[in-house]
C-alpha cells in the first residue's frame, strides 16, 4: 500500500519568495509521484510527475520537484512566487499492481502581495 | 473539446432523494474513477472502471452505484441522500498501461444536499 504525507496544511509567502511544499512517500514498490494544483471552484490539474527517467523533474508554471529516495521525499519549489500561484496543492503516488492513485491531504499555498 | 466532462457542475437536492452525476472523457483512456472531496479538500477514491469492468471499490456506501456503458462513459448514482454526501465528486480517467501518465480530471460536481 501507498501513503503520502504532506507536511503543513498551510503555506503562506510573499510574492517573489520561495515556494517550498514537502511531501513525503510510502512505498513498497518503486513509487510514481505527481504533484497537483486545484484553483478554487476548478478540477485538478497536473502540475508535474517523477517516474524514475530523472530525479529532478520539471513541471509548468516554473515549478519543480526532487525525487529522494533515501529521504522518501518528493518536495515541490518555484524560486519566485506569483499571486496567480495561489491555490491548494496536492502530492499523489501510486505503484505496484495497484492503480489507484492515493493523495494527500493537501497544503493551501498563499501569496502576499 | 474537453477532455473529461462531468454533468451537473452544481446540484442541490433534499435528503432521501436519488441523482446521478454523469461523466465523458475524449482521451481513449480505458480505466475512469470517481473521487470523494470531502469539506476538507480530502480526496478519496470511490471507484474505477477499467474498460466497463469495476477494478476498485473502496469502501462506499452500497447506495452509491456506479454505471459504465463504454470505456468512455462513468456515471455515478447515488440513492437516498443524506446530508453526510454533500461534497464534491470528480471523475477522472487514465491509461490503464501507462502509469507515467498520472490522471486527467473532470471540473467536478459540487453536490449539496439540504
Known amino acids: 500500500a501507498q501513503s503520502v504525507t504532506q507536511l503543513g496544511s498551510h503555506v503562506s509567502v510573499s510574492e517573489g519568495a520561495l515556494v517550498l511544499l514537502r511531501c513525503n512517500y510510502s512505498?513498497?514498490?518503486?513509487?510514481?509521484l505527481f504533484w497537483y494544483v486545484q484553483y478554487p471552484n476548478q478540477g485538478l490539474q497536473l502540475l508535474l510527475k517523477?517516474?524514475?527517467?530523472?530525479?529532478l523533474v520539471k513541471g509548468i508554471n516554473g515549478f519543480e520537484a526532487e525525487f529522494k529516495k533515501s529521504e522518501t521525499s518528493f518536495h515541490l519549489t518555484k524560486p519566485s512566487a506569483h499571486m496567480s500561484d495561489a491555490a491548494e496543492y496536492f502530492c499523489?503516488?501510486?505503484?505496484?499492481?495497484?492503480?489507484?492513485?492515493?493523495f494527500g491531504k493537501g497544503t493551501l499555498l498563499t501569496v502576499n502581495p | 473539446d474537453t477532455a473529461v466532462s462531468q454533468t451537473p457542475k452544481y446540484l442541490v437536492t433534499q435528503m432521501g432523494n436519488d441523482k446521478s452525476i454523469k461523466c465523458e472523457q475524449n482521451?481513449?483512456?480505458?480505466?475512469m474513477y470517481w473521487y470523494k472531496q470531502d469539506s476538507k479538500k480530502f480526496l478519496k477514491i470511490m471507484f474505477s472502471?477499467?474498460?466497463?469492468?469495476?477494478?476498485i471499490n473502496e469502501t462506499v456506501p452500497n447506495r452509491f452505484s456506479p454505471k459504465s456503458p463504454d470505456k468512455a462513459h462513468l456515471n455515478l448514482h447515488i440513492n437516498s441522500l443524506e446530508l453526510g454526501d454533500s461534497a464534491v465528486y470528480f471523475c477522472?480517467?487514465?491509461?490503464?498501461?501507462?502509469?507515467?501518465?498520472?490522471?486527467?480530471f473532470g471540473s467536478g460536481t459540487r453536490l449539496t444536499v439540504v
Open positions: 477522472a480517467s487514465s491509461p490503464l498501461t501507462d502509469r507515467n501518465y498520472g490522471y486527467t
Open positions: 512505498s513498497s514498490v518503486p513509487p510514481y
Open positions: 517523477y517516474t524514475s527517467a530523472a530525479t
Open positions: 499523489a503516488v501510486t505503484g505496484g499492481s495497484n492503480y489507484k492513485l492515493t
Open positions: 482521451l481513449g483512456h480505458d480505466t
Open positions: 472502471y477499467n474498460n466497463k469492468e469495476l477494478i
